[in-house]
């Protein structure tokens, strides 16, 4: 940390002070821990988030979003979840096999819905201190932050890069892209924090 000036070392001491007493709340627990299912197990419920929030996912790209588990871990998970008829797995290239991506069916993306719902609400607990300004300004600084880092489009690189460069139109009609949630994604959230504090 001796490279960085005073100016940084100072936000990097109140971030640190700032996370400790946010901790101190209660509100840094993951959103998408423990999110309620009879039958499934947690990790399997997150799996089914990820896919509803990305859509279609590379199966290492999954396993990171999964906290990085082992691979051989996932595929069990994902075998659990294609054999309870809540996703697909697809060959994105036929001559080779071991490029597999993920995608929820449509019972999938129903339960998805409902485990977005906890999610939501989770969120809206946490902004709803805030004014209204106040909770506007922090998503856009928040969004500034991931463009920043160069986050934003991860998943459709990560897409892109498991494409052959020609595939052929059948294919390409097969797994037709879903469109991506406009930006800024404060608009969007906006009306079920209103909601929730009504």
Do not use: F, Y
């Not at 990560?158 to 949630?181: K, N």
């Amino acid at each position: 940390m001796s490279e960085l000036s005073m100016e940084v070392r100072v936000q990097v001491a109140r971030l640190r002070n700032l996370i400790i007493d946010v901790a101190r709340c209660g509100a840094l627990n993951s959103p998408l821990s423990s999110l309620p299912h009879t039958e499934l197990d947690p990790m399997e419920v997150q799996a089914i988030w990820w896919l509803k929030a990305e859509s279609l996912l590379p199966v290492n790209a999954l396993a990171e979003r999964l906290g990085g588990i082992a691979l051989p871990r996932l595929s069990r998970l994902l075998d659990r979840l294609e054999d309870a008829k809540l996703v697909q797995r697809e060959r994105s290239v036929r001559h080779d096999r071991r490029r597999v991506r993920v995608r929820l069916t449509e019972q999938g993306r129903a339960l998805a819905e409902q485990a977005d719902a906890v999610v939501q609400e989770r969120m809206a607990r946490l902004l709803l201190p805030l004014g209204g300004e106040q909770r506007s300004a922090l998503v856009d600084m928040l969004e500034g932050w991931v463009e920043a880092m160069g986050c934003w489009n991860r998943a459709e690189e990560l897409s892109a890069a498991e494409e052959p460069e020609q595939e052929s139109t059948e294919q390409a009609a097969v797994v037709p892209p879903e469109p991506r949630a406009p930006r800024p994604m404060h608009t969007r959230s906006e009306p079920a924090i209103t909601a929730n504090a009504a």
